[in-house]
């Protein structure tokens, strides 16, 4: 299956599980290209690529939660053919979680969820996605420790990263769910950096009201991005977390007997 977006960087179609990852606000799913060399051979990691970024740059970028959840799930629909988890970060949580949902009430819901700097809402506040540049660019490195020095210092890059961004932050600040839609079935970890400055441990505790079952709370000596600095650490969390069901889906398997 060939489909610019998705991003699959090891190949495993014996796999027995699947793990699916959304990106962070202005990312593309290469941030997960060195995930899969933390997980075992019989777990495949499948990333969405969004459209306005890399190979995907001359497509306008979404920039409505709604439009992005149905863009991932069409996509990975094909995929669904095995057990598998979600996994979001910052933006992706949010994408992760509500694509949860809808799988949810079609009685296919993830066999986990894991989130991942981010909470679930957030109270309205000052919307950045349309102030001008210099400033935009302000507000994200002093809310997120947002971009990196070496874009930052290539202002041709910056300008290609600048479209993606705003489309997700407007997704993000015009994103209202109801207050009572239904909660989450799916296990669910919360995961979250300690020198996190925009999302603090009262923000990651509130995924507790999202959820039905079971909801647990990592965190990592970490900023905003601790998924880079910690990627070892936070891929073992959820490999030990998935062990269960990775049994279970060995026992089945007549290729494992």
Known sequence: MSDPRIFRPAPRPAAAFRLFCFPYAGAGAPVFRLWPQHLPETME??????????????????DTIGGMVEAVLEAFEPWMDRPFAFFGHSLGAIVACEAARVLQARGR????????????QREPGEAIHQLPDEEFVYALNCRYQGIPAEIMEHPDLLELLL???????????HFHPPADRPKITSPTTVFGGTRDRRVLMEDLEAWGDETARLCRIQTFEGDHFFIDSHRPALLAD????????????????????
């Open 163 to 173: 479209p993606p961004l705003r489309a997700d932050f407007r997704a993000l600040e």
């Open 238 to 257: 959820i490999v030990a977390t998935l062990e269960p069901r990775l049994a279970a889906t060995r026992s089945t398997d007549p290729a494992a007997v």
């Open 109 to 120: 819901a993830p066999a986990h969820l894991f989130v991942s700097a981010r909470p679930p």
């Open 45 to 62: 990691l499948i990333a969405f690529h969004p459209a306005g970024r890399g190979h995907r740059l001359r497509e306008a970028p979404l």
